[in-house]
């Protein structure tokens, strides 16, 4: 999810081609091709150009109406509800990891098995992968990234995964999950409590929020393919 804007100038898209097994944009307005997984301008007037992401979760859907009990919903034309079963069970086959990379990946990394699932990080242009086996597995990862400390927090029973800045007012904090589900944490330094979307609901800290970190969730073979400086993130290191 972006900002539809480069320039002060407001975009419109729409697909018009693949690049390396991956969907390239054109904006109306100038013509300009845009890499889906960079969000880059390839050619065109605005070449160079970056989009903003917009802060986006992927989550299920009884976790966010828990955590947004007033939402709306967007209604699907005609025709697509009946197609929701099937993209369900395209959606839980690519979650699998199973399959080889599309025809077409301008660029093989081996490090993982081509459709893992990962969640791409970016601090200060330093990337990093995390595989979602990995973060079913740890749950709370406290880590380094462009110089900085970082949180990442998987809840198994939704497969949501947030991730934060691990800093506040100058301090580092390092965390810990305060029950089974992950759906509450403890810092080590003051022993208050915290949900897992970066707030701090009681202690020494209540009331203080963890600055967000955009997570993007793609193929391993997707990420690796435009991320190719990213490093992965592996429990044995």
């Known amino acids: 999810m972006f900002r539809a804007e480069a320039k002060g100038k407001k975009l419109h898209f729409e697909t018009v081609g693949v690049i390396g097994a991956n969907e390239v944009f054109g904006d109306q307005e100038t013509g300009s091709h845009w890499q889906q997984s960079t969000l880059t301008a390839i050619s065109g007037p605005l070449k160079g150009q970056h989009l903003e992401l917009y802060p986006f979760l992927l989550t299920s859907w009884g976790e966010w109406r828990r955590i947004h009990p007033a939402t709306l919903v967007l209604k699907p034309t005609p025709g697509y509800a009946e197609r929701l079963p099937e993209e369900n069970r395209l959606i ?51 880590d380094q990234l462009g110089g900085e400390p ?39 330094e003051t022993h ?28 391993w073979f997707a990420w690796s393919e435009f991320h190719t400086s990213t490093t992965v993130y592996s429990a044995a290191r």
Request: hydrophobic residues 35%; proline residues 6%.
């Open 92 to 142: 839980r086959e690519g979650l699998s990891g199973r399959g080889a990379a599309p025809a077409g990946v301008l660029r093989k990394d081996d490090r993982l098995p081509p459709k893992a699932m990962v969640l791409g990080v970016d601090v200060k242009g330093s990337t990093k992968a995390f595989p979602l086996t990995a973060l079913r597995d740890a749950r709370v990862i406290n």
């Open 192 to 219: 208050s409590r915290w949900d897992a979307y970066g707030n701090c609901t009681s202690g020494a800290l209540a009331g203080s929020h963890l600055t967000p970190l955009i997570l993007e969730p793609e193929y």
């Open 150 to 188: 970082i949180l990442v927090v998987h809840q198994p029973g939704s497969d949501t995964t947030t991730a934060f800045l691990a800093t506040l007012n100058g301090r580092t904090l390092k965390f810990s999950a305060a029950n089974r589900d992950t759906t509450e944490l403890t810092d080590n």
